[in-house]
């Protein structure tokens, strides 16, 4: 056995495998599946549900609608309408796991956020596992000469057809290319590039290629962007009222304004991740929420769903009700628009009278 598949061993990260994918697990047939399920509920209710946990529950929506909509219209029909739904709630999950990146450190102060905290450490330690096991496969592969340390000498032949006069010139730039050039690319690509992909694909995606782009998903990403752009400064006083609780708070024992400080950095991990939850079902089944002065201005960018297109997705009541530049202040800053943004009740209502109106009229006619 070669020292890093002794390192793999003795890390223990065979065992780690089998605890997370279960394959260890022999089942029992004695399983009584009722108490799972009131178990399983039971401790979602009490200390929250994992990240892996949505992510499956999202999968299992999308091929329930999937059927559904396989019989309602075609399997290619229903295929396209899932697969734009999941695409957008794709987006939010990407966002889901930059929060819990983000948030991390607030997980303590929050008893619904347990089972995730305890997630993201055995996904740290499981990371850090793999990421040692591979820095030292790569490294003893270096030091055998098995494979190049430099990532850009297959450029040496374009730089072996520049002129021997000018060798000054060009051999510099080749050690430069050959030594230096990965990393900086990749420092550039971590600090700019990655930071800012959401952006660059509302941009070419979303704006440039809009007439390509469904509906769906150019209201969900316009939404995410203004959603980042909201969020930085909420991440940043966090860290700074966190900072001020280690540093001031603690070292003065002043611990009623710890535990209120806890509390409330708490409260705001679980607000923000459950919202980013709530918008990722709703994604997945091709729907749209409401936020005051937020949905306004994305709407500004995108435009009012086209309500002809079965591939726009579900209900926006609100675009009904009033436009932005003849605000009415009452319905723009209503919060509930009815289950997944279909209207209210007396909405309805209204809708069903209009209906029967206009069905009297032609009748007389």
Known sequence: MSTVDERIAESGILELYEQWFGSNITPDPAINYRELIINKFNQITSVGFTIDEFQKAMVILCLIRFVIYSIRYNPITSFKICAIGAFSCFLWILTLNDLVR???????????????????????????????????????KEWTGEISPYHFEWTRPLFNLVPERFHHISEPIYEYVKTDLFKVVKKF????????????????????GKKYCPYHVRWHTAFLVLHGILAGPVY??????????????????????????????????FVHISFVCYAALHAVFSQYFYIPFIVQNVELHVGDRPKKSIYSGGYTSWQDAFTFYD??????????????????????????KKKRRKGKGKDKD
């Open 102 to 140: 983000y948030y991390y450190d607030f997980f303590g102060y929050c008893r619904y956020l347990t089972r995730m905290k305890d997630e993201e450490y055995e996904y740290r330690r499981f990371a850090l596992i793999f990421a040692e096991a591979r820095y030292a496969r790569v490294n003893w």
């Open 236 to 269: 940043q006083s966090c860290h700074r009222a966190r900072a001020f609780m280690i540093r001031t708070l603690i070292p003065q024992g002043r611990w009623d304004d710890v535990i209120n400080v806890r509390y409330y950095l708490g409260a705001i991990a």
């Open 327 to 352: 605000l009415d202040f009452k319905e723009s800053m209503r919060l509930w628009w009815g289950f997944l943004g279909r209207g209210t009740r007396k909405q309805r209502e209204q809708r069903k």
């Open 189 to 208: 690509y971590k600090s700019q590039i990655r930071r800012q992909a959401l952006f660059l694909f509302y941009v070419f995606v979303v704006r440039v």
